[in-house]
């Protein structure tokens, strides 16, 4: 069956603008979580939807990110004002929840602010 | 708060020989242990994983050993081939919690 998809693969913005990051879970899975992998480092939780329940956003780390994920499926990164620290690869990954431990990543989107 | 370190940073071995990449957790409270393999562009990639009413778990080449009362947890990867270059990360979860907590990484070279 299909797998995580993430959208674009890449992005490359200029220092100030805003962007956008999609993820579509796997069908079904009710857990959505989002890393950060800068280059070179492991992976940073971010935050973290389970069903309807409200998201721990912990890890986010500053206010102008933000997340959202729309009837329980797809989910939306949005970084404001982007600045140079941000430039990394954000992932998504899912997995079915109700304690199902296993999460699949999807493939990231590769951010590059000039 | 929490913390997975990873040993080594980066691995180099030749074809045919074992690999081993070690990983150490600070919370007591952690039972599950995955293992992922991400290659170039990709996302991570669950290999193999372990909990902790298991000492050790093999699957083919790949074998993962848990010590819960040294709190480290390794992976062992024989008879490499150079397809199993890549980065391994290696993660911890706590019981009743969804976080996990990754290492840092281990580029693993295999040499032709």
């Known amino acids: 069956g299909a797998g995580v998809s993430q959208s674009p693969s890449n992005k490359v913005t200029e220092k100030g603008k805003d962007v956008e990051l999609r993820c579509d879970p796997i069908?079904?899975?009710?857990?959505l979580y989002w890393y950060r992998q800068s280059l070179g480092q492991g992976l940073e939780f971010l935050i973290y939807?389970?069903?309807?329940?409200?998201?721990?956003k912990s890890g986010l780390p500053s206010d102008r990110f933000s997340a959202e994920r729309t009837g329980g499926s797809v989910s939306t990164l949005t970084i404001q004002r982007t600045q140079q620290e941000d430039s990394a690869v954000y992932l998504c990954?899912?997995?079915?929840?109700?304690?199902?431990?296993?999460?699949?990543f999807g493939p990231g989107t590769r951010l590059l602010v000039l | 708060g929490e913390n997975v370190e990873q040993h080594p940073s980066t691995l180099s071995v030749q074809e045919g020989d074992s690999a081993v990449i070690k990983c150490t957790y600070s919370?007591?409270?952690?039972?599950?242990f995955p293992w992922y393999k991400q290659e170039l562009g990709k996302g991570p990639q669950l290999i193999i994983d372990?909990?902790?009413?298991?000492g050790e778990k093999k699957d083919q080449r790949i074998a993962v050993t848990l010590n819960k009362t040294a709190k480290h947890f390794s992976l062992h990867i024989t008879e490499t081939q150079p397809e199993d270059s890549a980065v391994y990360f290696c993660?911890?979860?706590?019981?009743?919690?969804?976080?996990?907590?990754f290492g840092t990484g281990t580029r693993l070279k295999v040499l032709a």
């Open positions: 919370d007591s409270a952690s039972n599950y």
């Open positions: 372990i909990r902790s009413n298991v």
């Open positions: 939807f389970q069903g309807n329940s409200a998201p721990d």
């Open positions: 993660a911890a979860r706590s019981s009743g919690t969804y976080k996990y907590i």
């Open positions: 990954a899912s997995s079915r929840g109700q304690g199902e431990e296993t999460q699949y």
């Open positions: 069908s079904g899975h009710t857990a």
